[in-house]
Structures are given as C-alpha cells and as structure tokens.
C-alpha cells in the first residue's frame, strides 16, 4: 500500500457520496484571486472567443490601486508572450462598474478574468478602445476550498545559485549592482546639469523624488514649467498650488484656518491665473490612492516650496553631501498648515507630522545627493554602502522575494540603501525584461561567473 492509500485510509470514516452536481464555492473575490495566482486553475485556457490563452508568468500581486496583477506575461494562440497586467473581477461587468474602461492605469492589461459574465456578451475594451482578451474561470476546478497563503512573488530561478554563495558573496553582487545604479543616477543627473544647470537639474531631481513614484511625472513637470530660477523672485507657494490644480474654487466648506490658508494663496495667484493657464497640470496626471496620507502630493508641495525658500542651505547641502546633516535639514523643515494636516480637507491633526519623513529623505540620498557626490569623490561610495533603510517599498520587496525568498538573508539585506538600490537593478535588468517565466532569463547563468 502506497502512502496515499494508506492516507485515505485514515480518512475514510469522514468519506460522504459525492451530490451528482458539485456547486462551487462560495469564496470572496481575495480568494479567488489567491487561487489565481497559486496556479489552481491552470496556466492554460481557453479565451471567451476561442483563442488560446496561456499565462507565461503570473507577475506579482498588486496591493496598491490599478491592476490586480502586474508584470504578467500572456501568450494567445501559440505567439510570443505580451507584457502586461491581468485584471480579475468576480464579474465581467465589474470592468465597467469600477471605471476601468475610462482609467488610463488599465491601458497595461492584457487580460480580462472574470468567474460570472451576467447573462449576455461582454466586451473589455480600454480607455484607448483596445479589446482585451477575457477568460471566464470554472470554479468547479478547484480541489480545495481553503485559499492558500501566498507571498505577493515567486521564488526566481536564480535564487537558487545566490542561496549557494556565501553571505559576503551575495553581498558582493547586490553592492556591484547598486554601484551600477548610482553610477546611472549620477550620468543622468549630469546630463541635467549641462542642460539645465546646476540648481535648476537639482531642484527638478528633489521634485521628482517627492513626487514617489505615483506623481513622479507631475512634479517633474511642474518643476520644469516653473523654474527654481523664477520661483525663487516670485511667490513660490501660490504659483506651484494654482498651477498644479490644487486650488479649489469654493472655500465655504473649509473649516476656518484652511480658508484662511486657501484665501491667501488664492489673493496671489488670483491676478496670474490667466498667465499660467497654459501650463497647468492635467488632473488626470495626479494619482491621489494607493499612499499613506502623509505621503498626499498637497503635502510634498508644501516641502517643495519649504525647499525654495531655504535654497541656500538645499545647496550647500549638495555641496557637502553628508547623510547627517541632510536627515537634521528635513527633521526641522517646518510649515505653520502643512505640519498639521494630510490634504486641504482633512482635519486638523492634533499632533505635529513630518514635512518630509526619514524614508523619503533617505530616497533623496539614494536618488539625487549620494549620484551627485560619487560624480565629484568616488571615495563617497563607502559612505552610501553604510546608508541604512529605514523601510522598504512593494517593489524591493518583490525583487527581494525573486532572489532570495523568505530567507534570514533577505531580511536582512532589506535593511541597508544600498542593498535595496542593488536589489532593484537587478530586478529590473533581469526579471522585468524577462516574459519566460525565469526559462530563458541569463542572471542564473551569469552569477557562476561572479
């Protein structure tokens, strides 16, 4: 008797006939979207108008706002896998109900899953009218009612051959790759500087860099429409408020300090509104979900005008680059509103907050101050390998579980800068140009030769 047998035996007092028609079960929409992406129906399928659907790689699970899956790869009929992310709805008119059709974060899909379709035929067409191709899932496929437990990745092939180097060795690769990415960083920052000159490509850098990654275009562009140069002679706060739309026309809702701090941007930009029309920033642009409330773009625009007004210290502090006083700089940056409130209509907190928090700073060192000073002093590397994080982002940790899994060792990588830093170019030199499901990807291969 072999071991399942001898297991069925175990259980065989709880065996009951089977009903002639399984129902299947009732699982919430995070169930289903576990299973998923555990692979419990299947890799393969076939589309709602008959053409072969294969899921190359499942990506990675997306806990912030737009597509359930990202970074998946999708074949159809036998071609080459499509970049993309993979949309799973319990129902196939939810595309229209939650606004997908019309939201340009869902361009990237290229694949519709749905369990129910509703009666009648459906089509999944983008805010660019491109059709999506649909799958609906059979239910009945499922063996087990209980969803498992899954980390929002999958273990990459090549994190096998990094489990077989020693610690300081697989500290080795990650460092040479975060040397990689600085060395990037300090190109691109000097090509601004040719272009644009030494303030101005700093100030559009530390913009970027408040911006994160969810309104990294609007900040850029804001600082590119309003010059550093310009703001600095003008009143900085009224202009980069009015021209990013953030101004609202009626105040009567607002409790009374806001009003009073909507009044008095509103005096000034008042009589240049017309002026600037031009270069407004598109509301479509700004993405306000999916971040912490102190992380509101409102807020970050409030520091940006905070680092116009002491631009002096901003450049000395380029100038010298050290961690310390940079951390010391932000910790004492301060705003009579903004240090009270998450957005304009948000209450009063009743405790001071942050201006610019100790992980964003670090972000500044990482992006724009640590590129900046390896440029002038490569000595300045050792100093940025000593930079600890002190969080992490979904991403990192996504490339952290590609490579090393739940390991003690990733854990621990994740707590220096530079190892993140080191982390992320190689997820995005490797994982993220690979549609094979790590089959073709060379990283594997390349790090015998480390």
Known sequence: MNLGDRYATLCAALVREDPLVSLPPALTELEMQAHWFAGDFGREFTGTTGEKVRVVQFGVWNREAGPDFAETAVALNGGEPRRGCIEFDPDARDWERHGHATNPDYESVVLHVFT????????????????????????????????????????????????????????????????????????????????????????????????????????????????????????????????????PADLAAFDAPTRTYLRGLWELWWPRRAEFERVKIAPDLWRMTGQRPMNHPQRRLAALTQLIRHWSKVRALRDHG??????????????????????????????????????????????????????????RWIGFTNLRAPLTNRRVEVAALRLFGESPRQREFLKSAALQQGLLQIYEDFCLRDASDCARCLFPQQLSRW
């Not at 090509?191 to 030494?198: N, Q």
């Not at 562009?221 to 140069?229: T, V």
Request: charged share 25%; hydrophobic share 45%; with cysteine.
């Open 116 to 247: 129910r379709t509703g009666g009648g035929e459906f089509f999944t067409r983008t805010a660019q009218h491109r059709n999506v191709p649909q799958v609906l899932l059979d239910l009945t496929r499922l063996a087990d009612e209980v969803p498992p437990s899954l980390p929002e990745a999958k273990l990459g092939r090549c994190a096998g051959p990094l489990h077989g180097l020693s610690e300081e060795k697989a500290r080795e690769v990650l460092l040479g790759a975060a040397q990689f990415r600085l060395r990037r960083k300090a190109t691109a920052l000097a090509r601004l500087t040719e272009s644009h000159g030494a303030d101005e490509a700093l100030f559009q850098a530390l913009a970027a860099t408040l911006g994160y990654k969810s309104n990294k275009l609007p900040f850029t562009l804001l600082a590119q429409r309003l010059p550093l140069k310009f703001l600095r002679k003008a009143d900085a706060d009224a202009l980069l408020f009015g021209v990013s739309g953030f101004l």
């Open 322 to 379: 050290e961690p310390a006083s940079i951390h010391r700089f932000f910790a004492k940056l301060t705003d009579d509103y903004w240090d009270f409130h998450y957005t304009v209509t948000s209450k009063k907190s009743a405790r001071r907050m942050a201006l610019v928090g100790e992980s964003r700073v670090t972000e500044m060192l990482a992006n724009v101050f640590f590129p900046l000073a390896v440029a002038q002093d490569e000595t």
